[in-house]
Each structure stands twice: as structure tokens, then as C-alpha cells.
């Protein structure tokens, strides 16, 4: 009996050393549009950290030599939120403003996020709408909905009010909570231009 017990015990033990030398199973890089959906899912983070940590090289790469904006996105949020390399607030920041200056409406709406909020830099409500007004052009919702709530509270230029009320007016959401909000905060920012100018923002956008 205590032979039989000794025999298990040494061949659990075996099969835990084989496993644990078995190679991790290697991890696909992302396209460009698997990545964009992460990111406007927010799950991109978790997804470097559900893949091991194995694509960081890769993605050092892609944002620094290749410039691709996507990956620069997400190589700035790692750096920034610490998720498999070492912290660094500055250079994270950095990648996020290429891949804006690039036009990702993600990186553009992030940072205008960030700079309204005080997130990683200081706040600045003059550079928050700069962010946002690009990123809402290119129809990120949640841009969109920041730019108005900005505009109501008395930030940016009343010249501005129109554009924004158009894309706001016209976006498309099927969550209710969420309408409700962008009909009460499109009620507010109505009533800082004349009728005729709601009246317009309101005509069917070409496309």
C-alpha cells in the first residue's frame, strides 16, 4: 500500500513537471481591426494580460518602428497602466498623442477625456474640446457626448455649438439610459443658439 502511494505521489509529481514544461501555446498577432475592437470595447488590456504578456515585443515594435496608430494606442495604455512592462506615465502619454496625432479616434477621444477629467495630465478644458471636437467629427460617441456636456458648462466657443449639436442630434444609440442623457443635454445646449440654428443642426445629414 505505502509502494502504491509513494508510485502516485511520484507520477502527479511528474506530470506537474511536464506541464510545467510544456512551451506556452504561441499567441497570433492582432489585425489592425481585431485591435480597434478591443479597443472601443475596452478590453484590450485584458487581452495582453489573458495572452501572457508573449506580444509585448511585437507591439514595441508596431508602435515605435511602424507607427501604427492602433498599437501605439495600446502601447501607450500599457506603459501608462503598467500591464506587462514597467510604469512610465510620460512615454504612455506619448504613444496616446501619436497615434491622436494620426487620427485614431480612440486615442483622440482618450485624450480629451483625460484632459477634461485631470487623468494622467493636468487638466486643461481648452485642450480636452480640441480632442474631442476631432474625434466627435469622425462620430466616437462618447466624444460626442463629452463635447456637449462641455459646451453647457460654459467651455469652448459658441461657433462650435451647431457642429455639435448635429453630431450628437444624429447619432444612433440604442441603449435608453444613454438616450435620455444625450436628450437632456442636447435640451440644454438648444438653448444657447436661436431656433433657426437648432432648426439646421437638425436637417438630415448627407452622406
Known amino acids: 500500500m505505502r509502494f502504491l502511494l509513494i508510485s502516485c505521489v511520484l507520477i502527479a509529481m511528474t506530470l506537474g513537471v511536464a506541464r510545467a514544461a510544456e512551451p506556452l501555446e504561441a499567441v497570433q498577432l492582432y489585425t489592425q481591426d ?6 472601443r470595447k475596452n478590453a484590450h488590456l485584458k487581452r495582453i494580460k489573458d495572452d501572457d504578456c508573449q506580444l509585448v515585443q511585437d507591439i514595441a515594435a508596431r508602435a515605435s518602428k511602424m507607427q501604427l496608430p492602433t498599437y501605439q494606442f495600446l502601447y501607450g495604455d500599457m506603459l501608462a497602466y503598467n500591464v506587462c512592462v514597467e510604469r512610465d506615465v510620460e512615454l504612455g502619454v506619448y504613444y496616446m498623442r501619436q497615434a491622436a496625432e494620426q487620427g485614431l479616434a480612440e486615442a483622440l477621444e482618450q485624450l480629451g477625456r483625460y484632459y477634461d477629467i485631470g487623468r494622467l495630465v493636468q487638466a486643461d478644458k481648452a485642450t480636452a474640446i480640441i480632442y474631442l471636437r476631432e474625434a466627435a467629427a469622425q462620430g466616437n460617441l462618447r466624444a460626442k457626448m463629452r463635447l456637449v456636456k462641455l459646451y453647457n458648462q460654459g467651455y469652448g466657443s459658441p461657433h462650435d ?8 442630434f444624429h447619432a444612433s444609440v440604442a441603449d435608453r439610459g444613454q438616450h435620455k442623457k444625450i436628450t437632456q443635454q442636447l ?5 444657447k ?13 448627407d452622406n
Do not use: C, G, H
Open 34 to 39: 481585431e485591435l480597434v475592437k478591443l479597443i
Open 161 to 168: 455649438y451647431e457642429d455639435a449639436y448635429r453630431w450628437l
Open 193 to 205: 443658439m436661436p431656433d433657426s440654428v437648432v432648426a439646421r443642426a437638425r436637417l438630415p445629414v
Open 187 to 191: 435640451a440644454l445646449l438648444a438653448k
